[in-house]
Every structure is written in structure tokens, then in C-alpha cells.
């Protein structure tokens, strides 16, 4: 047997569960899951969660967990069908709470992209991709 290539579900390890809700609440996205420790967040193809970040190091043996740190070594991605949808999109995350880290650019790979931060840091990309689309769900469709 091989390991499936794809991705199901990323978790985020969260200091305040509620609060980032709230923020992934205020940029449109849904859940139906109760109030608590846990939030999930279903987005085309994939499902978001945030999990109490004690008790998510705890379940993946990982030990204490540690403190913040400015960059935590992986970053999560939007993708837009357009190019101007980059801005758009930037707009309504800063409107929710995010902190901007790099405004919308060109890229040397041929798209268009920026990054924001949510409430406790986790890094976003929200990305044009050429050639790029979405099938019925939303699920990114990679060009080459």
C-alpha cells in the first residue's frame, strides 16, 4: 500500500479555539461544530480545524508545546480563480482581523500573491495561479 496523494484535513493548533473561530467566522467561512476545544471548517475539498493547541501536542506526542515564534515554518493557501481576486480577498481579511505580512505582488512563477497572518500568527497565501481551476467544490485543480 502507498500513502493517498492528497490532503484531507490541516489542523491548527490554536491558543484560543473561540477566538479563532470568530476571525474564520468574520472572513465567511462556516462550521457546524459546537462552541469548545475544537472547530472545523469545511473548504472545498479539504476541511480546516483548529484544535486546543495542549491538547492537539499532547495527541501527536510532541511533547510541551512550545511558545510563539515569528514563523513557524509552513504556510496555508487560498487560491483564486482571478488575478484581482489577490486584492480582494486581502481586503476582506484585514477587514476580519488579519495582520498583512506581504501585500499582493507578481511572482516570478507567473501568479500573483500575498500573506496575512490570522489572530495567533498562522501565515496565509491567498494565490493566483495561471492555468489554474476549481472543480464543483471548490477544490483546487493544479495545472501542470
Do not use: C
Request: charged residues 20%.
Amino acid at each position: 500500500m502507498t500513502v493517498p496523494a492528497r490532503l484531507s484535513v490541516v489542523t491548527v493548533g490554536a491558543r484560543d479555539v473561540a477566538a479563532l473561530r470568530a476571525f474564520y467566522e468574520r472572513l465567511g467561512w462556516t462550521t457546524k461544530t459546537p462552541e469548545g476545544e475544537f472547530a472545523a471548517f469545511p473548504l472545498g475539498g479539504a476541511v480546516f480545524t483548529l484544535f486546543d493547541h495542549e491538547l492537539l501536542a499532547a495527541e501527536a506526542s510532541a511533547g510541551p508545546a512550545p511558545g510563539p515564534v515569528p514563523f513557524k515554518g509552513f504556510t496555508l493557501a487560498i487560491n483564486v480563480e482571478q488575478r484581482e481576486q489577490v486584492e480582494t480577498a486581502l481586503a476582506a481579511a484585514r477587514a476580519a482581523g488579519a495582520t498583512v505580512l506581504a501585500e499582493p505582488v507578481d511572482r516570478d512563477w507567473g501568479g500573483r500573491s500575498a500573506y496575512f497572518a490570522d489572530p495567533e500568527g498562522n501565515a496565509w497565501e491567498i494565490g493566483w495561479l495561471p492555468g489554474a481551476s476549481f472543480d464543483e467544490r471548490g477544490a483546487l485543480i493544479w495545472p501542470f
